[in-house]
């Protein structure tokens, strides 16, 4: 095995943190002594160990470390934080060798984690896979370098490029998907920081934006309500999760007595100016409140305003078999298509924005 396979090993394990390590990356990291993996490790839950001190820690006889080779996904940390520097772990078992996969982009590293690695005599390659371990932290890069959560536009179509019909009997979705995309769907509420839905979808759906078919924890919910017109016994109000409204109202006048009873709220507001840049703007609330990653589900007139903006990382778009005879029209898009595959009746379409 070369240094692209052990890579690879470390970018399938890193994959078991991505949702429970933020803001922290969720980094891989594979030990090797004599060409045999001796251990491994990923990033724990935020505030827990990273990757490095993970696989470190299982390694029995430390006297083996001084002849082995770790590999990681991203560059060893520098810096103190919730817990003390990986750089300073490796320099202290005295490693031959250190492979990353791509640099880190934080102030806080951004090579300083090489350079003491280096100082203390380790050799150093990096860049290793590189694409694929920047397209694994694209969250955390994202955040690092554009100052906004990495977005992804998702939307389930008809055959013939409709969202939603025009009219509806109840206050409930009209599934366009099918099961197996919609249980997708949850799990990737679960890998990512927060889910997005503009007013009208409220009104219409009264959805709860939460994890149902999945195991994981609920994402926080970013509700746009330019006119404060979604009702106080909306499912959004429930104070389940962090639930950030953005409006373009004067924030004294929003009635929040109820909310505010409660010492323990979890209900915040935000204005922004809807009238120009909304999409900005929303990306500067997004980044107040440190979220790494969000999911925007529209509807369209959301989901089109950040494609008109630009401001947009990944779409993914479920293309469904079944027609309706009017509706509402699917955003239009233009990007990359990067990977097309079949769920049963639907065609999942992933598109990344370059």
């Avoid at 630009?310 to 509402?328: M, P, Q």
Wanted: net charge positive; aromatic share 6%.
């Amino acid at each position: 095995m070369d240094h692209k396979d052990y890579i690879k090993r470390c970018l399938q394990i890193a994959k078991n943190g991505i949702g429970t390590t933020r803001p922290n990356p969720s980094v891989g990291a594979v030990i090797v002594h004599q060409d045999k993996i001796i251990s491994e490790g990923f990033t724990s839950n935020y505030g827990g160990n990273h990757a490095e001190v993970n696989a470190i820690n299982h390694v029995k006889n430390k006297s083996l470390l001084q002849e082995s080779t770790i590999y990681v996904t991203l560059e060893p940390c520098s810096h103190f934080g919730k817990t003390p520097p990986c750089a300073d772990l490796i320099v202290k078992h005295q490693f031959k060798q250190v492979v990353i996969g791509c640099l880190d982009d934080n102030p806080l590293v951004a090579g300083k984690g090489v350079q003491k690695l280096e100082a203390a005599g380790i050799k150093v390659i990096s860049g290793v896979l590189e694409d694929e371990c920047k397209a694994h932290h694209k969250r955390f890069i994202t955040v690092q370098n554009k100052k906004r959560p990495y977005i992804i536009l998702k939307w389930a179509e008809t055959q013939n490029g409709f969202v939603a019909p025009i009219k509806k009997e109840k206050q409930s979705p009209v599934w366009i998907s099918n099961t197996y995309s919609q249980q997708l769907v949850h799990k990737w509420r679960v890998q990512e920081h927060a889910i997005l839905v503009g007013t009208n979808t409220v009104i219409a759906d009264n959805p709860n934006l939460n994890v149902r078919t999945w195991s994981g924890n609920n994402p926080l919910r970013i509700v746009l309500d330019q006119n404060l017109r979604i009702p106080i016994n909306a499912n959004v109000y429930n104070n389940k999760v962090k639930t950030i409204f953005i409006t373009g109202n004067n924030i004294e006048k929003v009635n929040v007595n109820i909310i505010n009873e409660n010492e323990k709220s979890q209900i915040f507001f935000e204005e922004i100016n809807f009238q120009q840049h909304v999409a900005e703007e929303i990306c500067s609330v997004l980044h107040k409140h440190k979220i790494q990653s969000v999911i925007i589900e529209g509807g369209t007139q959301t989901l089109q305003t950040f494609i008109d903006a630009n401001l947009w990382d990944e779409t993914r778009l479920f293309k469904s078999d079944v027609n309706i005879k009017e509706g509402v029209k699917a955003p239009q898009l233009k990007g990359r298509l990067v990977s097309k595959e079949k769920i049963k009746n639907d065609t999942l379409k992933v598109y990344l924005n370059d």
